[in-house]
């Protein structure tokens, strides 16, 4: 049984890479769990998938970092998973700005 959970991790850690920001680098946030807080322009399959890019300011623990938001998503706490977060290979310029962004009041 031992020798079949160690190879099927083997397979998964393959695929695997381990992510990691520096203080400084700019991440692109996911915004799919937002729904009913945030809104960022359109609807359904046309709203985007990231936001971004924004600058790290801090790394909480092994998993959380602190980023720094612009005013328009001040309403949201700037610490996020790391799952959330996706490097910025992007220079600033090409980078889509937040417009049109709705807040949701009731929550």
């Not at 809104?39 to 602190?66: M, Q, T």
Request: glycine share 8%; hydrophobic share 40%.
């Amino acid at each position: 049984m031992q020798a079949a959970r160690d190879r099927q991790k083997s397979y998964a850690d393959l695929k695997r890479k381990p992510m990691e920001f520096q203080v400084g680098d700019k991440v692109m946030l996911k915004v799919l769990r937002w729904k009913g807080v945030v809104r960022f322009g359109k609807r359904g399959k046309l709203n985007p998938r990231y936001v971004g890019p924004f600058k790290v300011l801090e790394r909480i623990g092994d998993v959380a970092y602190k980023l720094d938001l612009l005013e328009e998503v001040s309403r949201v706490h700037n610490t996020f998973h790391l799952s959330n977060l996706k490097k910025c290979h992007a220079d600033e310029p090409l980078a889509v700005p937040l417009g049109g962004l709705h807040f949701d009041d009731k929550l």
